[in-house]
């Protein structure tokens, strides 16, 4: 009988490990509109100075891509099992420069050095990921028409109630039902509230307030229609 073939660290290593800096992922984020993740660290940073995906391109978010991260402790957790002594020596490098306090250019400690700190101390800012962001019931309707060209891909959710954090924007509800339909990754969707196309960088607090609370405090939860796009170009 043969005995079942082994498998080495290395042979995961393209899904633990971080396009920006190589090594094993470090507080594994993943970027919502595109779901590619990252170290913590290295993400936040890239963001600094750019609104796209290092790997992929795609714009994250016109002003602010920072939201639209979210921390993946199940893959961290897979990667400690995967890789022994991984959260030690971590734990270990943290303690080390909290107890050197290195300053260079006014900073505790090189760069990514603090910035892995920061990790660890998510007290405040957003540390906590949306987790404690007010929430938001809405409803996913799918628009129909016969005489839209697409009518037969784009279909109707089997469960179309959801809730959200209010700081969701409409770019990843168009990722999400793309997931949930499984349409191909070039097929545009518009997003309608109250008969208007919404941009894809309103947030669900936005369209609330702007759109659809006039309808009075009986109207909920929140309805968004989609549809294939149409273009009037």
């Avoid at 890789?83 to 400690?109: A, T, Y």
Wanted: aromatic content about 8%.
């Amino acid at each position: 009988m043969t005995s079942p073939r082994k498998h080495l660290v290395k042979d995961f290593n393209h899904f633990i490990t971080c396009y920006v800096c190589k090594g094993y992922l470090i507080k594994p984020t993943t970027v919502t509109e595109c779901l590619h993740t990252f170290c913590k660290s290295c993400i936040v940073q890239h963001f600094e100075d750019s609104n796209d995906c290092p790997k992929c391109g795609i714009q994250v978010h016109e002003t602010n891509p920072r939201e639209m991260l979210r921390l993946d402790n199940t893959l961290e957790e897979i990667i400690f099992k995967l890789v022994p002594g991984l959260r030690e020596k971590q734990q270990q490098e943290i303690e080390f420069w909290r107890s050197r306090k290195w300053k260079e250019n006014g900073e505790d400690g090189p760069r990514s050095k603090r910035s892995r700190l920061d990790d660890e101390d998510d007290g405040g800012g957003d540390g906590d990921y949306h987790r404690s962001d007010p929430q938001i019931a809405i409803c996913l309707d799918c628009l129909r028409n016969s005489s839209l060209v697409g009518e037969n891909v784009v279909k109707g959710l089997m469960k179309k109630f959801i809730r959200c954090s209010t700081r969701v924007t409409v770019g990843t509800i168009k990722k999400f039902l793309s997931l949930k339909l499984k349409l191909p990754s070039s097929y545009e969707l518009d997003v309608l509230c109250n008969g208007e196309i919404m941009g894809k960088d309103h947030t669900m607090e936005f369209i609330y307030m702007t759109r659809w609370r006039l309808r009075g405090e009986t109207a909920y939860p929140m309805v968004l229609e989609y549809r294939p796009r149409i273009d009037f170009g």
